[in-house]
């Protein structure tokens, strides 16, 4: 399944040449591609502080689809030298490629958490790979793993169906890397499509059937220490609990949702049996069922001519529920029209489902879409 969402996701992504072989690495790193990758990085010398890691390569804040905002650049605490990639992977810079042979970390805190930034080898002052730990991920950690998202960068990989072209991944929103720390220079990069988590305030969760390791990094005597068939299990297991918190809170949102008081005008039995005929007729036709439906208003909004002031109709509006043909219910919302004759109001006709207005179109726990 992953496969096949990143050959549609990333169409736009895919490049028509391979990963470029070793032999043509020097080529890559002619002074044209290395300035190009130093223009990308702001220089703070205003700091003096020679171990504060520089801005990211997409040269401006990064978008993060996930849970957390990118946070401030991590002091040098640490850095570890040769970390070596289980996998080939590279960064992409304009039309020219980097493969990444081996690379270096810094660490340290930041104002949203803990930070990790990967620099790779071909320039040990670039940022090229940024991390944070926030503490709202902290309670998502299993036997002492923490995870991390991706903040800022990207990185290339084999095409996983087409090892022939490479995927550049990021930070655009339509897939999320995480990453995990199982050692203190042992990290594992995973990534998945993913089901975001801020309509209620709490961290998105990479779906079980599109997580994909996309690579260990650790120094050359541990990596082979770790499998990416262990490390699959680590990732599932904590996007489990990511998916268990996002759907607790995804049930009480569901619960908070309720059918909007009845107005005067629905002891209007006229009108109800109107409002009633005319729903049906819409739904029906998508394979939702009526539930229940109520007139909201307490009275009849006229709607005048701009220039004459003349009445031109009057509508009210009200609520419904349905069972969709998924069986999910749904909390929707109708108008009714009375067009004006001269001297008084007639013709009342459908002015249709309410679109794009809370709190319409939302999902509602079935206990509550009837009073």
């Known amino acids: 399944m992953f496969k096949q969402k990143l050959t549609y996701l990333f169409a736009i992504l895919f490049l028509a040449v391979s990963l470029p072989a070793e032999a043509q690495l020097g080529k890559m790193l002619k ?19 020679a171990n504060t890691a520089k801005p990211g390569p997409s040269g401006r804040k990064s978008r993060m689809p996930g849970s ?11 850095a570890t030298l040769s970390l070596q990639f289980k996998d080939i992977i590279g960064y992409s810079s304009g039309r020219s490629n ?39 991920l902290d309670a998502f950690a ?78 050359p005597e541990k990596l ?37 008081k009845a107005g005067k005008l629905d002891a209007n039995t ?4 109107f409002a009633k005929a005319e729903i049906n007729k819409v739904i029906n036709k998508d394979g939702a069922k009526l539930m229940y439906h109520r007139i909201e208003s307490n009275d009849w909004s006229i709607v005048h001519h701009k220039i004459t002031g003349k009445p031109l109709y009057r509508w009210i509006k009200g609520a419904f529920t349905e069972t969709t043909r998924q069986g999910d219910c749904k909390l929707q919302g109708f108008i009714l029209k009375q067009q004006y004759n ?7 006709s459908f002015g249709g489902v309410i679109h794009g207005q809370m709190p319409y179109g939302q999902k509602i726990d079935c206990k509550n879409a009837q009073p």
């Open 31 to 49: 002074n044209k591609v290395k300035k190009a990758a130093q223009e990308a990085v702001s220089n703070d010398a205003s700091s003096g502080d």
């Open 68 to 78: 957390v905002p990118r946070g401030p650049q991590a002091s040098s605490e640490k």
């Open 98 to 136: 980097h493969i990444i042979k081996a690379a270096n970390y810094r660490q340290g805190e930041a104002e949203q958490g803990h930070a990790v930034v990967i620099y790779p080898d071909f320039d040990l002052d670039f940022a090229w790979l940024e991390f944070i730990s926030p503490p709202i």
């Open 142 to 219: 299993l036997d002492g793993v923490r995870v991390y998202e991706m903040t800022s960068g990207s990185y290339a990989i084999q095409h996983p169906a087409d090892p022939n072209h490479q995927l550049n991944l990021d930070t655009s929103g339509l897939i999320l890397t995480r990453m995990l720390k199982l050692d203190e220079d042992v990290f594992v990069l995973y990534a998945g499509a993913f089901q975001g988590g801020h309509s209620y305030n709490v961290p998105s969760y990479v779906k079980p059937g599109d997580l994909t390791i996309t690579n260990i990094i650790a120094p």
């Open 224 to 260: 082979n220490l770790f499998s990416k068939e262990k490390a699959k299990e680590m990732a599932l297991a904590i996007e489990a609990k990511f998916k268990a918190n996002y759907e607790e809170a995804a049930a009480a949102n569901l619960a908070s949702i309720k059918i909007p």
């Open 270 to 273: 006229s009108l109800k049996n």
């Open 342 to 348: 001269g001297s008084g109001y007639s013709n009342t």
